[in-house]
């Protein structure tokens, strides 16, 4: 199998604060993970690129100093949405691409509330 | 954006066949319908892919039609639990080296009645 966690699931935070999402690749490496923002009833849009061992690319509209992105291992990547508000709630979902035969593998998702 | 048109929204009595149809006229010779479907408030899963020939897993089938430029995946007996979001992609080959970004569209809610 090809599985993606997510971590945490759902968050609730201040407005003003840092929150940091995990998504590992459980049973296989991935040199490449994808981020993907979905509002309410709206399609998933990528945010960024995620490479390991080299600087993400952002997609065009979206702020790199705002949304940190780091992918240290061949297994996990970080997302930081730093100084959270209210128009960042969103449900935040990664993917990863199995470095050794390829395909996409989507994470759950996680549910990020800022009051 | 997405190279895909598919209809928002489509109904399917439960145990039918659920036909869910794409266009993709600007397809490139190089790339792949890929199908992928959420249900509400999870992340995106597989179903199947193909390039020219038609394609049948577990899971559902994919039929290509000969020039290409539309697709149709079918759920042969729907239940409940195919109630999601199904997105219809196209990319070149995913797991061939390089990088591909996934592009998802705005995909066809499948509601299946009881």
């Known amino acids: 199998g090809a599985v993606v966690s997510q971590h945490p699931s759902w968050v609730i935070c201040k407005s003003g604060t840092s929150v940091k999402i995990e998504c590992r690749s459980l049973d296989f490496q991935a040199t490449t993970m994808f981020w993907y923002r979905q509002f309410p009833k709206q399609s998933l849009m990528l945010m960024a690129t995620s490479n390991e061992g080299s600087k993400a690319t952002y997609e065009q509209g979206v702020e790199k100093d705002k949304f940190l992105i780091n992918h240290a291992s061949l297994t996990l990547s970080t997302l930081t949405v730093t100084s959270a508000h209210p128009e960042d709630s969103s449900f935040y979902i990664c993917?990863?691409?199995?470095?050794?035969?390829?395909?996409?593998?989507f994470g759950p998702g996680t549910r990020l509330t800022v009051l | 954006d997405a190279k895909t048109t598919q209809p928002p929204s489509m109904d399917c009595a439960e145990g039918r066949a659920a036909n869910l149809p794409c266009n993709h006229s600007?397809?490139?010779?190089?790339?792949?319908v890929y199908w992928y479907r959420q249900i509400h408030s999870q992340g995106p899963q597989y179903i199947i892919h193909?390039?020219?020939n038609n394609e049948t897993n577990e899971m559902a089938s994919l039929i290509i039609t000969e020039d290409r430029k539309s697709s149709t995946l079918i759920l042969p007996h729907a239940t409940l639990r195919d109630t999601a979001v199904y997105y219809c992609i196209v990319s070149p080959l995913m797991n061939s080296g390089g990088y591909q970004k996934v592009t998802f569209g705005i995909g066809t809610k499948l509601q299946v009645i009881p």
């Open positions: 600007t397809i490139s010779g190089n790339e792949y």
């Open positions: 993917s990863a691409r199995k470095t050794s035969s390829g395909g996409q593998f």
């Open positions: 193909g390039l020219k």
